[in-house]
């Protein structure tokens, strides 16, 4: 199971920069928006993996930051978006063996799009906005 989350959920990230920053490179601009989540500030009490694997995301993000510095049209972006309102938190696996539910402090999945479409109009490396801080 904590094998199945960071292939998701941190590898997944790794393999997509793998593949995308040198086509960024070659054509020296580019812009890799990761939707991270707020579980890469804030550990996730029953969620070690899922807290271990966003946190590392974010080390990434951080670490091809000063990777790319010398292209000044390439952004590595990240996002890190508190919990949405849906039903995907009741249809996700749940190991912990304590019931899950979206909390009410929960943010509009549509203001988050526009927070993503915002990000790939005008790049900045972080945006806390939806930090849920």
């Not at 049209?73 to 899950?100: M, R, T, V």
Request: proline share 7%; with cysteine.
């Amino acid at each position: 199971m904590v094998d199945q989350i960071i292939k998701t959920n941190l590898l997944g990230y790794m393999h997509s920069a793998h593949a995308v920053l040198p086509i960024s490179k070659k054509q020296k601009k580019g812009i890799l928006i990761n939707n991270i989540s707020i579980g890469g500030w804030m550990p996730a009490p029953y969620g070690t993996a899922y807290t271990a694997s966003k946190f590392g995301i974010r080390g990434m993000v951080e670490t091809l930051q000063g990777e790319v510095s010398d292209y000044p049209d390439i952004h590595i972006c990240a996002l890190y978006p508190g919990f949405q309102k849906s039903s995907g938190i009741e249809h996700a696996a749940n190991y912990s063996g304590i019931k899950l539910s979206t909390p009410p402090s929960s943010f509009d999945p549509r203001d988050l799009a526009k927070s993503i479409v915002e990000v790939a109009k005008n790049p900045v490396d972080s945006s806390y906005q939806y930090r849920g801080i």
